[in-house]
């Protein structure tokens, strides 16, 4: 089992950006590819972006890409989520998550361990 701690949301300004960070303890990090996905209001989970347990392979959804930066230090137990650009449509809680494998997925059922999630709020 993995413990996961999300922080670094709040309100911005449309045209801001915010940087989060997911915290994970308990199983070993480096192993497992992470995933930040969000929740709007009324709306399913989605997929944001995903990142291999090396680092090196990254995939965005389309609506992020160009905005949005993941990262992680495995040193650190940490993955993190360069938000720029942020538009109200942004506005969502979004959660971490780790992979049961090694490679990035965008498929929720791959992923096993969850956050409580950070709200992010852009205004207009």
């Known amino acids: 089992q993995v413990q996961l701690v999300e922080s670094g949301g709040g309100l911005v300004q449309a045209g801001g950006s915010l940087s989060l960070s997911c915290a994970a303890s308990?199983?070993?990090?480096?192993?497992?590819?992470m995933g930040w996905f969000r929740q709007a209001p009324g709306k399913e989970r989605e997929f944001v972006t995903s990142?291999?347990?090396?680092?090196?392979?990254?995939y965005y959804v389309n609506f992020v890409k160009g905005r949005f930066t993941i990262s992680r230090d495995n040193a650190k137990n940490t993955v993190y989520l360069q938000m720029n650009s942020l538009k109200p449509e942004d506005t969502a809680v979004y959660y971490c998550?780790?992979?049961?494998?090694?490679?990035?997925?965008?498929?929720?059922?791959?992923?096993?361990?969850w956050g409580q999630g950070t709200q992010v709020t852009v205004s207009s």
């Open positions: 998550a780790v992979s049961r494998g090694a490679v990035v997925s965008t498929t929720t059922d791959d992923y096993n361990n």
């Open positions: 308990g199983r070993t990090f480096s192993n497992f590819a």
């Open positions: 990142i291999d347990w090396s680092g090196r392979v990254t």
